[in-house]
């Protein structure tokens, strides 16, 4: 099996910075990450470590500063409607439907097809997340779930071959959020997609994906080491947080994220002390 055949998705030794010359700040440092087709792959991290920047790099909204980004073997360049980006943010225009939404990415991608076909596609990705019966509503008579899932049926209604997730969850209240992973999963097993989800939750990787990978603290950051989730699916909540192995991963990855973060602080310190000069006491 050749490479192109083998990897959807591959990061070559990235770097991206910010700012020139003496300004410039380097947020993600020898970036080196290969995905399967089909694979689920979440991306866990704490908040201003570079997660975003690290999706724009895969979604061609940014363009490394070094090194390469490939999908199917080919130089990113640009966005691509074989990469779907779903943001944290829905990105609903207000004064459109649900309907008119997820229609802005089908009259986009299908211009050659009748408005008849066009209008089925709508309806198809719509029932998918569950929300024909609000296919005529605005946004602003939605609920946070209900815009995510309209976000999340207008990037599936491209048909991309991987699906890119900003932390599209993370907004949510617990209840909503549990609704929206089963959801997504359902979707990734009727699809076959190829997922990245980037997210700030371990649990949420954990129960989601294939692999877990943390992301190191910036600036400079790099890729962790890549945790492979080696239990059956469908995955049941309860039973997972009695699992022995479950229990000894989730141990894992947290020890690494927290470890990182002590090193943080104790960078932090260390830049913030200053030198005492050697006095002596003199009388006088």
Request: with cysteine.
């Amino acid at each position: 099996m050749s490479t192109e055949e083998e990897y959807i998705l591959e990061l070559n030794n990235v770097t991206r910075s910010f700012g020139e010359r003496d300004e410039e700040v380097c947020v993600l440092e020898n970036i080196d990450l290969k995905i399967k087709k089909g694979e689920f792959v979440a991306i866990v991290g704490f908040s201003g470590t570079g997660k975003s920047t690290l999706i724009n790099l895969m979604g061609g909204l940014l363009p490394p500063s070094t090194g390469d980004v490939l999908c199917k073997g080919a130089p990113v360049v640009g966005p691509s409607p074989d990469r779907g980006v779903i943001f944290q943010n829905y990105s609903l225009l207000p004064w459109l439907s649900v309907a008119g939404n997820v229609g802005l990415a089908v009259n986009q991608i299908y211009k050659d097809k009748s408005k008849q076909e066009r209008q089925e596609l709508i309806e198809k990705y719509v029932d998918m997340v569950g929300l024909y019966p609000a296919i005529d509503k605005k946004p602003k008579e939605l609920s946070g779930g209900m815009r995510q899932r309209v976000s999340v049926a207008r990037a599936l209604s491209m048909d991309p071959e991987i699906l890119l997730m900003d932390e599209p969850l993370s907004a949510l209240d617990a209840l909503t959020r549990s609704v929206l992973q089963d959801q997504i999963l359902d979707i990734w097993k009727q699809t076959g997609k190829t997922i990245v989800l980037i997210t700030n939750d371990v649990d949420e990787g954990l129960y989601m994906a294939d692999r877990i990978i943390p992301l190191k603290i910036g600036p400079n950051a790099s890729l962790g080491p890549s945790f492979e989730i080696n239990m059956p699916r469908p995955r049941d909540r309860k039973s997972m947080n009695h699992d022995a192995d479950f229990k000894k991963l989730r141990a894992s990855v947290k020890k690494f994220l927290n470890d990182e973060k002590a090193k943080e602080k104790e960078a932090n310190a260390s830049s913030e002390s200053y030198p005492l000069p050697d006095l002596e006491p003199v009388s006088v």
